[in-house]
């Protein structure tokens, strides 16, 4: 079925609609990467927001799940995800040949009978949808340099829906050959089908595709550079494109995990958790890690949550995009980290101005003047915030960990990344930070009903730290998760009820760090 032709009369134009209306109804599997550990925190939100039911691939990491094409862009939207597939085809029990040579034939006999066409149409479709959020704030139509040489008029905002997309088809613009174009019979086979989308892209440049294999197992005879390579030269036999690793168009995914073999088209070119953040410090949080501790939090309406070492803002940027119903405060000790917390806030409200997704009414305040602020009733005086925050249940100030400036009992939910001591701090002074920042965190949490969620890779110190703190603090569970290649543990806890200042985990001073502490803390600056 030909999605992209060159003459479209008002007719013609009409059987498109029509075609892009029924191919919106397709259900397909969309396969996505998310990080380690929270594949089931990912699965929550796919069922949340798109009504769909995600199961967990048998390799870490994986989620597969069944939508119709129209939810494409709320795929995208999702923000537990990291990397998008169309599922081409998947065998839970292939049986891999003995020898490599056999692989091979068996590889290239693969290419030949996988059912491309549905992927290769949702390929296209992203393609289209990634152009029209590219050219959200464009005002002259430009051309595509891929698959269909259209011209396509520049729109204010992101089709979300079927029938805004086909008002959009509405201004599509055709220029080049002419071609006939009549709509397809009922027995339109596989075959055919592949044969258009072959003469469509007989008639320009060839496209560029590689393929990536991630494979896992112990029980293969052959490597991950071998199955690309012959399973690539099939792909290239089959549809004559043009091998390129680097300026690719199409990026054909084989996974494999042991005798599991997924072969998919990728939707993203990178990661969307590269969405908030500008202003990278040394071991910024990746946003969909971040948006997976707050769910573990389960926010709810009017909560106080508090990031006490934001670093770059990761946390509460994410917190306060998703739950604007809850109010954020989040600092640090670091000038440095602060100032990239604001100017990632200034990122973001800038971003997203026009579209009016996360801007309110806001008065602007004097900047030069101490500012007080509210924390469940209770009023604190401290540093002034950007004017620009008031758009947003968000505050970003510089305070010291172990002297946080908030009454006894004032916070619902405490959520941060923890200094590991490997690339920044050391494992020796977390001996000396983590039962001041347990003990602290204690204190400002309300007894009872308060949380924390806990990110460290220092698993035994923590460890150390929260038996010293049994009185105050309970672990309901441990998530463990893949940070930048270390193995690292979010612990979620719960305040007990007992009242700070009345167990002996009180005896030591709450309030005040030594000297190597707060170096501690300003080495540990995210």
């Given at each position: 079925m030909n999605r992209f032709f060159y003459y479209v009369p008002d007719k013609i134009l009409l059987v498109y609609l029509g075609l892009i209306m029924q191919e919106l109804?397709?259900?397909?599997?969309?396969?996505?990467?998310?990080?380690?550990?929270?594949?089931?925190?990912?699965?929550?939100e796919v069922l949340e927001k798109l009504e769909a039911t995600a199961r967990v691939s048998k390799n870490r990491g994986r989620i597969y799940f069944d939508i119709t094409t129209d939810k494409l862009l709320k795929v995208h939207q999702l923000k537990s995800l990291d990397n998008l597939f169309v599922v081409v085809k998947e065998y839970d029990d292939y049986q891999f040949k003995p020898t490599k040579e056999e692989v091979q034939?068996?590889?290239?006999?693969l290419a030949n009978k996988l059912p491309w066409t549905n992927a290769l149409e949702?390929?296209?479709?992203?393609n289209s949808i990634k152009k029209k959020k590219g050219r959200r704030k464009r005002t002259n139509p430009t051309k595509s340099d891929q698959c269909g040489n259209v011209d396509t008029k520049s729109t204010d905002t992101v089709p979300s829906d079927p029938e805004e997309l086909c008002e959009d088809l509405e201004a599509l613009e055709v220029k080049g050959n002419q071609r006939d174009v009549s709509s397809q019979p009922e027995n339109y086979s596989e075959t055919e089908k592949h044969s258009e989308i072959q003469d469509q892209e007989s008639g320009?440049?060839?496209?560029?595709?590689?393929?990536?294999?991630?494979?896992?197992?112990?029980?293969?005879?052959?490597?991950s550079n071998d199955a690309a390579r012959?399973?690539?030269?099939?792909?290239?036999?089959?549809?004559q494109w043009k091998a390129d690793m680097t300026k690719f168009d199409v990026e054909v995914l084989l996974n494999i995990h042991n005798n599991e073999v997924v072969v998919g088209i990728a939707l993203t070119v990178e990661s969307l958790h590269r969405r908030n953040i500008t202003h990278f410090g040394p071991t910024t949080l990746r946003s969909t890690l971040a948006y997976g501790m707050l769910r573990l939090c389960k926010p709810q309406v009017s909560d106080v949550i508090v990031d006490p070492m934001c670093g770059t803002g990761a946390i509460p940027l994410e917190g306060v995009m998703e739950w604007q119903n809850s109010f954020f405060l989040a600092g640090d000790n670091n000038g440095t980290a602060v100032s990239r917390s604001r100017s990632n806030i200034k990122h973001i409200l800038k971003r997203t101005h026009d579209g009016g997704r996360i801007m309110r009414e806001h008065t602007p305040m004097d900047e030069k003047q101490p500012h007080t602020w509210m924390v469940s009733g209770c009023c604190t005086v401290g540093p002034t915030p950007d004017s620009c925050f008031s758009g947003l249940p968000l505050d970003i100030v510089q305070w010291d960990l172990c002297n946080l400036p908030m009454r006894s009992s004032?916070?619902?939910?405490?959520?941060?990344?923890?200094?590991?001591?490997?690339?920044m701090g050391s494992k020796k002074k977390n001996w000396e930070l983590y039962p001041l920042c347990l003990r602290e965190m204690a204190r400002v949490c309300k007894p009872g009903t308060g949380k924390a969620v806990l990110l460290?890779?220092?698993?035994?110190c923590f460890l150390k730290a929260l038996s010293q703190m049994e009185g105050l603090w309970r672990k309901l569970h441990t998530v463990w998760v893949n940070v930048g290649g270390l193995h690292a543990g979010v612990f979620v806890l719960k305040r007990t009820a007992v009242v700070f200042g009345t167990t002996p985990e009180d005896v030591m001073e709450p309030h005040t760090a030594t000297g190597s502490q707060k170096e501690s803390m300003k080495d540990g600056s995210l």
């Amino acid at each position: 079925m030909n999605r992209f032709f060159y003459y479209v009369p008002d007719k013609i134009l009409l059987v498109y609609l029509g075609l892009i209306m029924q191919e919106l109804d397709q259900t397909v599997t969309i396969g996505a990467t998310v990080p380690t550990g929270f594949e089931h925190t990912a699965a929550e939100e796919v069922l949340e927001k798109l009504e769909a039911t995600a199961r967990v691939s048998k390799n870490r990491g994986r989620i597969y799940f069944d939508i119709t094409t129209d939810k494409l862009l709320k795929v995208h939207q999702l923000k537990s995800l990291d990397n998008l597939f169309v599922v081409v085809k998947e065998y839970d029990d292939y049986q891999f040949k003995p020898t490599k040579e056999e692989v091979q034939i068996d590889w290239q006999e693969l290419a030949n009978k996988l059912p491309w066409t549905n992927a290769l149409e949702v390929w296209k479709l992203n393609n289209s949808i990634k152009k029209k959020k590219g050219r959200r704030k464009r005002t002259n139509p430009t051309k595509s340099d891929q698959c269909g040489n259209v011209d396509t008029k520049s729109t204010d905002t992101v089709p979300s829906d079927p029938e805004e997309l086909c008002e959009d088809l509405e201004a599509l613009e055709v220029k080049g050959n002419q071609r006939d174009v009549s709509s397809q019979p009922e027995n339109y086979s596989e075959t055919e089908k592949h044969s258009e989308i072959q003469d469509q892209e007989s008639g320009v440049t060839p496209l560029k595709f590689r393929v990536t294999c991630n494979r896992a197992g112990d029980k293969h005879c052959f490597a991950s550079n071998d199955a690309a390579r012959d399973f690539g030269g099939a792909v290239q036999e089959f549809f004559q494109w043009k091998a390129d690793m680097t300026k690719f168009d199409v990026e054909v995914l084989l996974n494999i995990h042991n005798n599991e073999v997924v072969v998919g088209i990728a939707l993203t070119v990178e990661s969307l958790h590269r969405r908030n953040i500008t202003h990278f410090g040394p071991t910024t949080l990746r946003s969909t890690l971040a948006y997976g501790m707050l769910r573990l939090c389960k926010p709810q309406v009017s909560d106080v949550i508090v990031d006490p070492m934001c670093g770059t803002g990761a946390i509460p940027l994410e917190g306060v995009m998703e739950w604007q119903n809850s109010f954020f405060l989040a600092g640090d000790n670091n000038g440095t980290a602060v100032s990239r917390s604001r100017s990632n806030i200034k990122h973001i409200l800038k971003r997203t101005h026009d579209g009016g997704r996360i801007m309110r009414e806001h008065t602007p305040m004097d900047e030069k003047q101490p500012h007080t602020w509210m924390v469940s009733g209770c009023c604190t005086v401290g540093p002034t915030p950007d004017s620009c925050f008031s758009g947003l249940p968000l505050d970003i100030v510089q305070w010291d960990l172990c002297n946080l400036p908030m009454r006894s009992s004032s916070v619902d939910i405490i959520i941060t990344d923890m200094p590991f001591g490997k690339r920044m701090g050391s494992k020796k002074k977390n001996w000396e930070l983590y039962p001041l920042c347990l003990r602290e965190m204690a204190r400002v949490c309300k007894p009872g009903t308060g949380k924390a969620v806990l990110l460290t890779q220092d698993k035994k110190c923590f460890l150390k730290a929260l038996s010293q703190m049994e009185g105050l603090w309970r672990k309901l569970h441990t998530v463990w998760v893949n940070v930048g290649g270390l193995h690292a543990g979010v612990f979620v806890l719960k305040r007990t009820a007992v009242v700070f200042g009345t167990t002996p985990e009180d005896v030591m001073e709450p309030h005040t760090a030594t000297g190597s502490q707060k170096e501690s803390m300003k080495d540990g600056s995210l």
